[in-house]
């Protein structure tokens, strides 16, 4: 019965107590690309979605990907892959895109980005989260991309230059003898009409 | 006396100077075109602000959809605001020109201690931008394939029309 009691009022405490650490905030961060493939030289467009969950507001916040897109590889065309933002009130989320463009093809492995924060403007420790990340990804070359989406219509023009020999030269070969059939089938009616 | 005019000039002068007056923006924008090489449309501003008595205006906030969040900045260059929208679906995102509301420090301020939604229409923003989207192509109407058959079809149908002629 003791035991029973104590073990209650113990849960009863630790919840009482659990909830100081509701009061500070926690930020999520995800990083998603919303790209179906993944082609060389074609936009490559990244969303960061950064989400405060908790009560309070969190400051100073630093995203920081550098390291996942490598000058060398990827060139940056829209956005920074270091933002800075200097608040983010509780319950609001925000989204940030960056759009690249991969300079080489193959499988590229991208790691998450690092997120640091104040969780209160007058205490500067700053907390570090990571983000989520997409793994290893497939780019594959303009040609494949080419291969199944582009429209084509060069590739039909030199079809229809190429078959148009097979299809004008036996066409010419029988117009001409029906010209002359019928040149001739003329030549006659006209004849027998003289007579 | 004049001590104390010296000092009412001075912070006159100050807070005039701190901020941004009749801010003029250079827009950059760009969303998403091609809606078989993405699933979802995002779209993002580059805003670069420029005051006519040269400061920077700080923070920037932007109204996108109703909530009003933080632009992004950049510690490499230090006069841009980037502001990204996502939407989950490619009709989402409203194609043709949309007005977003930017507000400086002082705006904001005044935005979070509106109460009532006529207080806080009456917050005047710092500024407006607008995100130009021309919207998503799902790539040509007719396939190339589509023209190549009705070619050939013709040819054919010319050359059996003939054929039936001598035959028949």
Known sequence: MFFERSVVFLAILSVALGQTDDEESFLFVTKQTINRFLVQNKEFTIKYGLYNSGPTTVYNIHLNDAHSFPADQYELLVGTLSAKWERLNAGTNLTH??????????ISNSTYAIVTYQKSEKNTDVQKTYSSEFGDVYIMTSREYDRRFSSHIIDWLLFTAMASPCIVFPFFLWFKSKSKYEALVTKEKSSKKAQ | ??????????????????????????????????????????????????????????????????????????????????????????????????????????????????????????????????????????????????????????????????RSKILG
């Open chain 1, 97 to 106: 895109i960056v759009v690249l463009k991969p300079k080489q093809s193959g």
């Open chain 2, 1 to 162: 006396m004049f001590r104390v005019v010296l000092a009412a000039l001075a912070i006159i002068a100050l807070v005039n100077g701190e901020t941004c007056e009749s801010p003029e923006f250079k827009v950059n924008s760009h969303s998403t075109r091609d809606a078989r090489l993405t699933a979802e449309s995002a779209a993002q501003l580059e805003i670069t602000v420029k005051c006519k008595n040269g400061k920077q205006p700080g923070t920037l906030y932007a109204d996108i959809n109703g909530q009003v969040v933080p632009c992004a900045q950049t510690p490499a260059a230090p006069g841009k605001y980037f502001i990204g929208v996502a939407a989950n679906t490619h009709k989402e995102l409203a194609s043709g020109r949309t007005k977003i509301k930017l507000y400086d420090d002082d705006s904001y301020s005044a935005l979070r201690k509106a109460r009532t939604e006529d207080a806080t229409k009456a917050v005047k923003p710092f500024g407006q931008v607008e995100l130009n989207h021309p919207g998503v192509s799902y790539g040509p109407w007719l396939p190339s394939e589509f023209f190549a058959v009705c070619t050939f079809g013709l040819v054919w149908w010319a050359a059996y029309r003939e």
